[in-house]
């Protein structure tokens, strides 16, 4: 495991003629890939999703919960090893066996990572994933503020400084997931608490760390990673994935911390405008006790709690103890004033997601985010409020499957989902960019 990451100052600049930048600023620009948040179809990657969910895994057992002929699982996995993503397990051959398609393979994890970094109002994590989307090591940092080019430079120059930590394991790709509009194509991003617009976080990130990077916005992200990576129910109408499990014809992925937002999974894929999210945060919700200006995000963020637990005289008005984990310990502790507080956004919260469901009807619904996770006991008030606000027959509410770490699963699968989508080309694309820069 890597060691904690010091927050340190940006990046020293490297002296670059005008020409030899700009070449190098396109070639880094040509290395952004825009995320993929859905289910594999293709061959390879069927295979490759056997291999990841049900390895060590026999050729012949591939073919079956693939659906594909043993020819084509032959091939696949012949070009999977000479890609180096996945190896074989001789020594779990079936005894008296002959033949290499009785030798089962699995997922080749140890010599590689990824890199996710979710960039929040507050806080950016910076996490290294396996292949598995295994979290292997993550650290936080403030997200650095400053000017948009200093605040690039120095989120890049962390981000380069973690990974040289990683001796033994080859990173293939960069993924990013943040709040704002997100340009997956371009990898640029307006982030109006930030002050970025039109910051080209794709092309700095990938020519200072050499590697390709993709970027989705952190809702998509998150729900992609209860897509890709989470427990799923299966349902009547379902998508397969490549080992033959099922997800949710459509589902809904409702989030609240500092900000609140939606993502809408149709058919084994996130939905994602070109033109970028939509918003929830202007959803009208009036609360006397959490004050706000009758929209949603100001009413149920974490500063709004923390800004009314102040006033409420439950915590200081400053310093140390004034914060989001005070107000929760003191629920915790019996405090009334803080549990009616937490209650009253579990209230808003439930008859929020009430209304999103009634709108769109899906087949399954997750609710993630500290305002979710953090207070569990908060959970069967906002199931109350869902089930006294919704017009609609009951629907139970599942709870992500990553609890508070949600923000890294989301950052985890952005840098992932390439390799799921195409392991071969994936590996090909990483391979070349460390070849152009060698």
Do not use: C
Not at 91 to 96: I, K, Q, R, T, W
Not at 225 to 245: H, I, N, P
């Amino acid at each position: 495991m890597a060691p904690s990451l010091q927050v340190a100052s940006p990046a020293p600049a490297v002296r670059h003629t005008p020409t030899a930048h700009a070449k190098r600023a396109l070639l880094a620009r040509h290395h952004i890939v825009a995320p993929s948040l859905r289910v594999a179809e293709a061959a390879a990657a069927s295979v490759f999703g056997a291999a990841r969910l049900r390895g060590p895994i026999a050729r012949d057992v591939i073919a079956q919960v693939t659906g594909l002929s043993i020819a084509t699982v032959n091939r696949q996995v012949t070009a999977l090893l000479d890609a180096g993503v996945l190896r074989e397990r001789a020594d779990l051959a079936v005894s008296g066996a002959i033949g290499r398609p009785r030798v089962p393979v699995e997922v080749n994890h140890e010599p590689f990572l990824t890199l996710g970094i979710h960039i929040g109002a507050r806080t950016t994590s910076i996490v290294a994933t396996d292949l598995f989307g295994r979290t292997l090591d993550v650290v936080e940092m403030p997200t650095p503020r400053g000017t948009q080019n200093a605040a690039l430079a120095s989120l890049a120059g962390s981000a380069r400084r973690y990974l040289s930590r990683w001796h033994r394991r080859r990173p293939l790709w960069v993924g990013v997931a943040a709040g704002g509009v997100v340009d997956s194509v371009t990898g640029q991003l307006d982030h109006a608490r930030l002050g970025w617009s039109g910051a080209p976080v794709g092309a700095v990130l990938a020519e200072t760390l050499g590697l390709p990077v993709s970027l989705a916005s952190h809702v998509d992200a998150m729900a992609g990673a209860e897509l890709l990576l989470g427990v799923r129910r299966f349902s009547a109408q379902s998508a397969t994935d490549a080992a033959g499990r099922t997800a949710p014809a459509t589902s809904l992925y409702v989030y609240a911390r500092e900000t609140v937002g939606y993502a809408l999974s149709i058919g084994g894929q996130v939905h994602s405008p070109t033109s970028g999210p939509g918003t929830i945060a202007a959803l009208p919700a009036q609360s006397d006790i959490l004050g706000g200006s009758g929209q949603l995000e100001s009413t149920v963020s974490d500063e709004a709690v923390l800004t009314a637990a102040r006033k409420l005289h439950i915590v200081p008005a400053e310093g140390p103890a004034s914060t989001i984990a005070a107000v929760l310990r003191a629920a915790r502790q019996g405090h009334v004033q803080a549990a009616e507080l937490l209650a009253e956004r579990a209230r808003v919260l439930g008859e929020a997601v009430a209304l999103l469901r009634d709108m769109l009807n899906p087949d399954d619904l997750v609710v993630g985010g500290q305002a979710f996770t953090e207070y569990p006991e908060g959970m069967a008030m906002v199931e109350d409020a869902f089930a006294k606000r919704s017009v609609l027959p009951p629907r139970d509410i599942r709870v992500t499957a990553f609890g508070n770490r949600v923000q890294e699963a989301g950052a985890g699968v952005v840098s992932l989902g390439g390799l799921y989508a195409d392991p071969i080309a994936a590996m090909r694309r990483a391979q070349s960019r460390r070849l152009e820069l060698a």
